[in-house]
């Protein structure tokens, strides 16, 4: 059974610093194509940011250059190194492995002074 477990996240004031990890488990240990998405109160799902099997990153306009999508020390294990973190910021994170459709179980990013 393919299982994404999510750790980090918090509450932090505008202007903090998060990290956010990720690990897949039941699943070969090689490249898959990992995202993280988050869900705003209110709002839609939504894409933050993704890498490709080849390591390749893209990012939401609104989170260019203050997230960093990473792989950590295994293949299936993906990080959101997140900055510069504004209260428009606050959501709920999900992790999310494209090849098998299963979603993390999410996490509160909550950034408010």
């Known amino acids: 059974q393919v299982q994404l477990v999510q750790s980090g996240g918090g509450s932090v004031q505008p202007g903090g610093s998060l990290r956010l990890s990720c690990t897949a488990s039941?699943?070969?240990?090689?490249?898959?194509?990992l995202a993280w998405y988050r869900q705003p109160p209110g709002k839609q799902r939504e894409l933050v940011a993704e890498?490709?099997?080849?390591?390749?990153?893209n990012y939401a306009d609104s989170v260019k250059g203050r997230f960093t999508i990473s792989r950590a020390n295994a293949q299936n294990t993906v990080s959101l190194q997140m900055i510069g973190l504004k209260p428009e910021d606050t959501a709920v994170y999900y992790c999310?492995?494209?090849?098998?459709?299963?979603w993390g179980q999410g996490t509160q990013v909550t950034v408010s002074s």
């Open positions: 999310f492995i494209r090849r098998y459709g299963v």
């Open positions: 039941g699943i070969p240990n090689v490249a898959n194509a």
């Open positions: 890498i490709s099997i080849g390591g390749i990153t």
